[in-house]
């Protein structure tokens, strides 16, 4: 059996060990240090973002994001549904509750019809909308400027779930940049990782140098260990900062290799009736994160599941797309604005093999095995 192909796994450049041996040579093996200052710096420099907060993890960072905009007990939050669980589940960490919108078709993102639509609603109801989680979903921007302005209309705080979305742009601002925050990932499956790690950033420096207070147990100043708040233990650990910050130098190339990876697949099997991909806008320029394609069984011959299981006998891992929120059990009693284009992605829609170290031959196998289900 060949060796097995991840969708999505971890890909180290060569300054991660250097960054992580001064680390250990200097005994900065703690959740504080220089390389988590350099890192915040430097990411922030990146996603053009004055201020930003390195914590545990991106689920971390929206649990602090949302207390820092003011969310509280008994207000809703609107959320796209079509996004990872973690997106959604930091809305019930501080007691407010999550109401999905569908995506748009251009982008599978928020659809800011939609989202105009759940604002109206909650005023009507007389609801407070303590924030809007706008997520930037496989690395491709939502269209966040006209969310920001609706937001703006009804003077509810954008938050921008940009994990996935790392070195994105929506008309030239990068992922990151839009609404009061936004948060990225480092978990082991994104595009750079820490092996496990969060980014909290905005142009709020009060909110940023608040939400690193938060996240290292809300010590007041004081001799003695002096609390009159409730904290937290987010703070990212010094050692995986310095992963962080040789994985920044190689992000580029992550991006361009990634997106060569989609290239290929829609050369080799992009002509094959039944075979679609996840739209690209024009406004947006995407970083290649995962590839997604979508199967149309009536014609392709052989369904989204059909793939996945010729797929993983080939040892090869492939993944359906994000199961809605509105679909999972566990969200089953949350407001729903539309439906269909969210739930329809993930019916149809397969995550492929995108990893900047997977190789050619990975790719030529993962597509022959495709092919060979074509109208068998
Ligand atoms: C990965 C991810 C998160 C959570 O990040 P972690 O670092 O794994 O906690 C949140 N939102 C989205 C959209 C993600 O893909």
């Excluded at 979903?137 to 509810?156: P, S």
């Excluded at 149309?296 to 599941?305: L, M, S």
Aim: hydrophobic share 40%.
């Amino acid at each position: 059996m060949p060796a097995r192909v991840y969708l999505s796994s971890p890909h180290l450049g060569t300054e991660e060990q250097q960054f992580v041996q001064e680390a250990f040579d200097t005994n900065w093996v703690a959740p504080l240090g220089p390389h988590v200052d350099a890192f915040e710096k430097e990411l922030a420099a990146r996603v053009q973002v004055p201020h930003a907060a390195a914590l545990s993890s991106g689920t971390a960072a929206l649990h602090l994001g949302l207390m820092l905009l003011g969310v509280k007990p008994g207000d809703e939050v609107i959320v796209s549904s079509l996004t990872f669980a973690a997106s959604a589940n930091p809305v019930t960490y501080v007691g407010a509750t999550p109401v999905f919108v569908d995506s748009e078709a251009a982008t599978w993102n928020m659809d800011p019809a939609r989202l105009e639509e759940a604002l109206a609603d909650a005023k009507r109801r007389g609801k407070r909308v303590g924030a809007v989680v706008s997520v930037d979903l496989y690395g491709q921007c939502a269209d966040n400027e006209a969310i920001e302005r609706i937001c703006a209309t009804y003077d509810v705080p954008l938050f921008e779930d940009a994990a996935e979305a790392l070195g994105a742009t929506w008309r030239g601002r990068p992922a990151g940049s839009f609404g009061r925050c936004a948060v990225f990932s480092f978990n082991g499956n994104k595009i750079i990782t820490t092996s496990g790690g969060g980014m909290l950033v905005s142009q709020d420096k009060v909110l940023v140098e608040r939400a690193r207070f938060l996240a290292t147990q809300a010590r007041d100043s004081a001799p003695h260990y002096e609390h009159s708040t409730i904290g937290y233990n987010y703070r990212l650990s010094n050692v995986l900062a310095g992963i962080g910050r040789g994985q920044l130098r190689v992000l580029d190339q992550r991006i361009a290799t990634r997106r060569a990876h989609r290239a290929f697949y829609e050369k080799t099997l992009g002509e094959l009736d039944g075979i679609g991909f996840m739209p690209l806008s024009p406004h947006g320029e995407w970083n290649g994160w995962l590839t997604v394609i979508t199967i149309d069984p009536a014609r392709f011959g052989a369904t989204r599941e059909d793939i996945r299981l010729a797929l993983e006998k080939e040892n090869i891992e492939s993944r359906p797309v994000w199961k809605p929120m509105h679909l999972q059990p566990v969200f089953k009693e949350c407001r729903m604005f539309g439906g269909t284009v969210s739930a329809r992605a993930f019916e149809l829609g397969l995550c492929l093999p995108s990893g900047s170290n997977i190789s050619e031959l990975d790719r030529e196998r993962t597509v022959s095995t495709i092919r060979s289900l074509h109208r068998r």
